[in-house]
Every structure is written in structure tokens, then in C-alpha cells.
């Protein structure tokens, strides 16, 4: 028998003997610093086997709101779902899960293992469907021929620099007038001042570099480009590497977009990367990058190697996912973990 508590009450020695058994390549310190253990406990729970005193199984939810047509929902990303390998065939893994459903909520789950994919497919969710991953090399040299091509249609670029802890501080507002005039149909996640003042709380030491576009004074869309954690990423090893987390417009304007991905490519030279990435399901964000350079899954060579590190995502057919088709869903990395853990 198991007990399940909070999984952010666990002491750090009893999550490392954990952490060896399920992911001895993770360093410790990342394990440590994970955005579940600066959240509020109900975002992630472990379950301790009651012989033993041992924790044997670990399940985290990212929290969300997400408008599913015109209606908002709650939601959560299931991420860091994992069970002692002593203890699996348990059902264990099930009854974590289940701390998170309920009949009002959105369960989903982007990129994932295989084995992940597995078993949430015989619990009955959808998929996995597979999401775009673009990537640009060497950012410094797609920088200049882009920069000269200014912005038109009186867009007006602005950039600001918000860290890990910090408040939005008039960024907010401009992030709430982009959420309430984005009309689009899709299922996505509301990317308001309160959605990002939670990340800010969880991300740790992070900093993200967001431009902001206006038209006539108004907020339109804005990118949010952030330097990968070394060593974080399998792909990338210890090189330095950057990640697209958002990328919004409203109504998906493509001009609004197209200008937004050249931002981000500035902004990723700037840093000194070798290359930066970005997940997308929305053809609209793919045109824009490709057409700021961008490598795609559709390329001959590189397409296939982008196509297999794709992320894949899942959803729960309950409750508001009922109906929902995978061309229904708007994913980037900020919908997940994955933002919160390169």
C-alpha cells in the first residue's frame, strides 16, 4: 500500500534516491530546482510506500486556463509522471493520474515518452499526435539579411526583459488586451498577465526576452525567446541553444507573425546561440518561421531528424476535450513543462 501526499513536502534525500531509480542521467541540482517544488502543493503529488517509508511514484501537473470554443475551461499538462521500477504494474501510475481529473478540467500531455504514450492510450486518451519542431542554426548569420527588412504597416517593435521572481510591471496589461482581442477558434491556453505571473513565480532562474509589437499604440502580438538551461536539452548537449516559448498574434495575423519570428531571430543572435527552436501545431507560426529562415520537418535530410525529436502530445476525451480533434489545439513549449524544464 501507498499513501499520497504533496509532492513538495518530500525532504531532497528522499527525492534523489528516488530520482536515481527513475532518472539517474538528470542532474542533481536541475532535479532540485524543478518548478513543481516552488508551487503550490496541489501541482504535484508523490506517492510514499508505506513499508518502506520510500517515495515510488511522482506525478506533476502545470496548471492552465484554456478557451475551448469561447468557453474557458481549468486545465493541467501532465508532466514528470513516473513510477519506482519496483513498483510498477500496480496501477500506481493510475491513481496519481487521477489527483488531477475532474469532470470540468482539460487534461493533456506534451511531449512525452513513449511509454508515457502507451499507457495514456489504454486509460483512453487520443494520440499521440506529433507537433512541428523548427529550428534555426546560427541565428547571427540569418540576423543582418532579415534587419533589413523593417517592419511595415506601422508595427512598432518593443522589447522587454522579465527574470524569474520580477513582477510583469506594465507588461500586463498589454498581455491581458493581447488575450481579450485574440478572436481564434482554437483550443488554447490563455496566455494573460495571470498565466504569466504564475510561470514567473515557478520558473526560478530564468530570464525571458519578450517583444511586444504595436500598431497605432495597441498591442498586437508579442515573442518570447528564451536561452536553453546547458545541458538540459539531449539534442544540444552542454551547447548553447535558445527556445521560442511563445509566439502570438492576434487573430494569427501573418504579418503580425512573420514580424514577430524576425524579432525572435534577432533577439536569439543577440544571445550567441547556435541555434534556437520552437514546437508549434499552428501552420500560421510555421510559415512565419520558415519564412524567416527556419528548418522544417518538410526539408529532406534535416526534416526527418526534426520529425523524430518532435514533440507529441495527448489529451483526455472527458470532459472538455470530448469532441476535440487534434488540428483543435494550439501548442507551443510555454503549454507544458517544457518551458519550465530547458
Not at 66 to 82: F, L, M, Q, R, S
Not at 231 to 259: F, M, N, Q
Request: charged letters at 25%; proline letters at 7%; aromatic letters at 8%.
Amino acid at each position: 500500500m501507498s499513501d499520497v501526499v504533496a509532492a513538495n513536502s518530500i525532504e531532497p534525500e528522499q527525492l534523489m534516491k528516488f530520482a536515481d531509480a527513475v532518472w539517474p542521467e538528470r542532474p542533481r541540482e536541475r532535479i532540485l530546482a524543478t518548478w513543481w517544488r516552488r508551487a503550490a502543493p496541489e501541482w504535484a503529488v508523490a506517492a510514499i510506500d508505506r513499508p518502506s517509508g520510500r517515495m515510488v511514484g511522482l506525478c506533476a501537473g502545470r496548471p492552465a486556463t484554456w478557451t475551448i470554443g469561447g468557453d474557458t475551461h481549468p486545465a493541467v499538462a501532465i508532466c514528470d509522471w513516473y513510477v519506482a521500477p519496483d513498483h510498477e504494474g500496480k496501477l500506481l501510475g493510475r491513481r496519481l493520474l487521477r489527483r488531477f481529473e475532474t469532470p470540468d478540467r482539460l487534461l493533456y500531455a506534451f511531449s512525452m515518452s513513449e511509454v508515457a504514450a502507451a499507457y495514456l492510450g489504454r486509460l483512453g486518451w487520443i494520440g499521440p499526435r506529433a507537433a512541428n519542431l523548427l529550428a534555426l542554426p546560427l541565428p547571427r548569420l540569418v540576423r543582418l539579411p532579415l534587419a533589413r527588412v523593417p517592419p511595415r504597416g506601422g508595427l512598432v517593435l518593443e522589447e522587454h526583459v522579465i527574470a524569474g521572481g520580477e513582477a510583469l510591471g506594465p507588461l500586463a496589461a498589454d498581455l491581458d488586451r493581447i488575450e481579450a482581442n485574440n478572436a481564434t477558434a482554437r483550443a488554447r491556453m490563455r496566455r494573460g498577465a495571470d498565466e504569466w505571473a504564475w510561470r514567473l513565480q515557478v520558473c526560478g532562474a530564468r530570464e525571458y526576452h519578450v517583444c511586444l509589437l504595436r500598431r497605432a499604440g495597441t498591442s498586437v502580438g508579442y515573442v518570447v525567446v528564451r536561452r536553453m538551461t546547458p545541458g538540459a536539452s539531449r539534442i544540444l548537449g552542454r551547447r548553447a541553444g535558445a527556445i521560442i516559448t511563445d509566439l502570438v498574434a492576434v487573430d494569427d495575423e501573418p504579418a503580425v507573425l512573420r514580424a514577430l519570428a524576425r524579432a525572435a531571430v534577432s533577439i536569439a543572435a543577440r544571445l550567441q546561440v547556435v541555434v534556437v527552436l520552437m514546437a508549434t501545431t499552428l501552420t500560421a507560426h510555421r510559415r512565419a518561421l520558415i519564412t524567416s529562415g527556419f528548418l522544417s520537418p518538410g526539408l529532406p535530410v534535416i526534416g526527418r531528424f526534426l520529425s523524430r525529436a518532435a514533440p507529441t502530445f495527448m489529451w483526455s476525451p472527458r470532459g472538455p476535450g470530448a469532441g476535440l480533434d487534434a488540428e483543435d489545439f494550439m501548442f507551443t513549449f510555454a503549454d507544458s513543462d517544457v518551458d519550465l524544464a530547458l
